[in-house]
Structure formats: structure tokens, C-alpha cells
């Protein structure tokens, strides 16, 4: 079946560090992927996307380019900040009569000052 | 920016209770979901629902769970006899049509059983 596969955390970082979440796919077809962040206390906010194959997604920072050689969708970002602290959620979508979405564990960044 | 709402934002209940969680959607959006996400583990898809049937639904949504559209803007999730194991923060989503496919999530309701 489907599924996604993230890093675990907690990941914790000083401000200004280089970022990288891994996350990779098991889907049939061509999935819609994307990673969503979780801030303390909020609900679920659409962080990027990308829908087909080498497709880079880009949002406030950060990136996360659609691999499809090595299923994967690694999150970046180059320099972190405080106020990225967050879980971040790597899914995927596989279109079809089936439109969930297919979820990651999370992992959860902490960013010291 | 449309918006997805939900409300409560946060409901205490008590066992064996029935609640109702509403969400308004996105007005133009045709497909709806419900996820729910306990605490500390991952967000679990429990249904989804398009031209006023469920379209899909998880191993989760049993038969306490319902769901319903009961006008032109809000789309419920009722629990009828809740569970201590019910307690989490329950996701509403909305998506449009198109290729590619992309789900606009709620604030989530926190939903406490006693």
C-alpha cells in the first residue's frame, strides 16, 4: 500500500542552521506530494507541493524538490529561525477514486536561539 | 484568503456522550474530509465525502461516526457515544477539483472525553 516515511525527531538546532527533514514514498502511480507544518498550538498549514517529478516546492524559506528516482522529498531550508519551530508532516496523494491523504509521523524542530 | 473554520475549538465531554463538530468548508470546494490526530502521533485520515455520500472512510470510522452536510455550507462529524479513546484534535479539510489535488485543513476542534 501507500505510505510515507519521515525522519524521526526531535530535531533541535541553533538559529541559523542548515535544515534537512527526510521523508520518502511508497506509492503506485505519479502521488502529489507535501509537506505541512503544525505550530504550537495551531492546526495543519499547507507548507509546499510539488506535483510531478523534479518539481521543486517553495515556501517561506523553505524547499523540497519531488525525486522520483529515489522517492523521496526532502524538506530544506538554509538558515532557521526561531519561529520555525514547528512539526513538520511529509504526505502524499495519489489521485484515483482514493483521495485521502497518505501521512508521515512528523517531526517535530526546535530552533534555539 | 478563504478559509476553513471549525468549531468548537475545543470540546470537553463526557463518556458515552454524542457530539457534534462542525466545520464550514471552503465555499467552492466539493470534496470534504475528516482527520484526526491524538496526541503526539501522526494525523489519521478517517473519511472523506463528495456529493453528499462518504466517498471513502477508514477502519477508525466505525459505526459510532457519522457524518453529514446538512446545507450548503457546513459539513458535521458526529461521535454518538464517545469514548475516552476519542479524545484528540479533530481535523476538517476542503478541496476543489483539478489534476492535482491539494487539501486546505481547519484549526482543528480538541475534542477532551472525561
Known amino acids: 500500500g501507500n505510505s510515507v516515511t519521515q525522519m524521526e525527531g526531535p530535531v533541535t538546532l541553533s538559529e541559523e542552521a542548515f535544515l534537512t527533514i527526510n521523508c520518502t514514498y511508497t506509492?503506485?502511480?505519479?502521488?502529489?506530494l507535501f509537506w505541512y507544518v503544525q505550530y504550537p498550538g495551531e492546526g495543519l498549514q499547507l507548507l509546499l507541493k510539488?506535483?510531478?517529478a523534479d518539481d521543486k516546492g517553495s515556501n517561506k524559506g523553505f524547499e523540497a524538490t519531488y525525486r522520483k528516482e529515489t522517492t523521496s522529498f526532502h524538506l530544506e531550508k538554509g538558515s532557521v529561525q526561531v519561529s520555525d519551530s514547528a512539526v513538520y508532516f511529509c504526505?502524499?496523494?495519489?489521485?484515483?477514486?482514493?483521495?485521502?491523504?497518505?501521512w508521515g509521523l512528523g517531526t517535530s524542530l526546535a530552533v534555539n536561539p | 484568503e478563504p478559509e476553513v473554520t471549525q468549531t468548537p475549538s475545543h470540546q470537553v465531554t463526557q463518556m458515552g456522550q454524542e457530539v457534534i463538530l462542525r466545520c464550514v468548508p471552503i465555499?467552492?470546494?466539493?470534496?470534504f474530509y475528516w482527520y484526526r490526530q491524538i496526541l503526539g502521533q501522526k494525523v489519521e485520515f478517517l473519511v472523506s465525502?463528495?456529493?453528499?455520500?462518504?466517498?471513502?472512510k477508514s477502519e477508525i470510522f466505525d459505526d459510532q461516526f457519522s457524518v453529514e452536510r446538512p446545507d450548503g455550507s457546513n459539513f458535521t462529524l458526529k461521535i454518538r457515544s464517545t469514548k475516552l479513546e476519542d479524545s484528540a484534535m479533530y481535523f476538517c479539510?476542503?478541496?476543489?477539483?483539478?489534476?492535482?489535488?491539494?487539501?486546505?485543513f481547519g484549526p482543528g476542534t480538541r475534542l477532551t472525553v472525561t
Open positions: 479539510a476542503s478541496s476543489g477539483q483539478g489534476a492535482f489535488y491539494e487539501q486546505y
Open positions: 465555499s467552492n470546494h466539493l470534496y
Open positions: 465525502f463528495y456529493n453528499n455520500e462518504i466517498s471513502e
Open positions: 506509492a503506485t502511480g505519479y502521488p502529489s
Open positions: 510539488a506535483t510531478k
Open positions: 504526505a502524499c496523494y495519489v489521485a484515483g477514486n482514493n483521495r485521502k491523504l497518505i
